[in-house]
Every structure is written in C-alpha cells, then in structure tokens.
C-alpha cells in the first residue's frame, strides 16, 4: 500500500447539531471539515480531513464522535501489488487496485469481476490462462482508476490558501466542473469487456 498523504474519518451526527442544509465545508491549508444531509436520511453526517484545533464548528463536530454509534476511518491509500494472482487465488477490487475515495473502487470492482468471471469460463478449467488474461486486460484500465484517487486529498484539502481558491473556482464554474466530470468519463471508458462466453450462461443455471 501506498499512503498518499491524507487521512479521512466519517460519522453520523445528531439531529440536534444544527448547521446549514446541504453540504457545507471548511478547509484550511491540508484539511477540510465538511458536513451534508444524507438524502436517505435526515441526520446529517460529517467527512472530515481535519483533526482538532480548527475553528467554524469543529470543536462541536469532533465532540459528537464521542455519542457516534459507528465511525469510519481510513487513510488515503492505494494497493501495489505486482501481480494479482498466484496459484489458484486471485485478487479483484481494492485487494488488487484499490484507491481509497476518488479511485472509482465499486464500478473497477464491478467490471474486475465480470471480467475475471468470462475469462474463467473462457479458459474452460485453465485457472492460470484466465488469470493472466484478466491481468492483462483490465491492469492499464485500473491503474488510470487508481490514479483519480491520488488527486481527492489534494483537491479536497489542498495545501496552500491559492489552491483551496483555485479549487473553490473550479466548483463555482460549471463548464469547469463539467470538464472534470467529462475526465472522469473518459477514464471509465478505456476499458472494452469481453462478450459472455455461451458457458458462462449454462454454468449460471447449474
């Protein structure tokens, strides 16, 4: 694994703390506190890259963990793992390139098993052909993946009052935004899946 420089916890808060509807956040150089409504719920829960001794209403969110029934913690990371098979085991997610917030972990995970599963059944009982194929088709795609996650930290809590500007111009001008969003897109798409093999579809109705 490799840490990328940036820790991230998240918690339920109470309904009593009230602070602005929708998302609100407060950065300073290399941390951010952040809190939103989630629109399954009414509580709120708070996201934070900031730790204690910031101002705005930090002091009384970090309190709020001590009555929390769950909290998340996590550093920003992401796997290095030179190969994602040996034997008859095989990796696929965040155990082979996983890329903590921003790496696209779900969708990579998704497509990494429908992969892995087509070459399986395409390799008709040779685990290492299939193995190597998957490897070889879907390590370019992952690693662009992976690389989204090593921009969040610094996009979220960048380092410098310039860059916390700078990003603040970013979210405030749609066509901006929406170029960023197209980037991402763009990655999503490199990748081209393989057709399902005719006995991966007798296999399922075993």
Known sequence: MSHLGY??????LPKDLALEKGSVGYNVPGRLASVGADHRDPVQAGAFFAFDGLGW?????LASLREAPELYFDSISHADVDTWSKGRVCLAGDA???????GMGSGTALVAAYVLACELARAQGDHRAAFTRYERGLRKYAEGCQAGGGRT??????????????????LSCPLLLNGMLRLGERVSSTVTLPDHPAGLSRAGRR
């Open 7 to 12: 820790y991230a916890a998240t918690w339920r």
């Open 57 to 61: 209403e930090v002091p009384r969110l």
């Open 96 to 102: 082979a390139c996983g890329a903590t917030i921003g």
């Open 153 to 170: 930290g610094k996009f979220l809590a960048p380092g410098t009052a310039t860059g916390i500007r700078l990003r603040n111009t970013l």
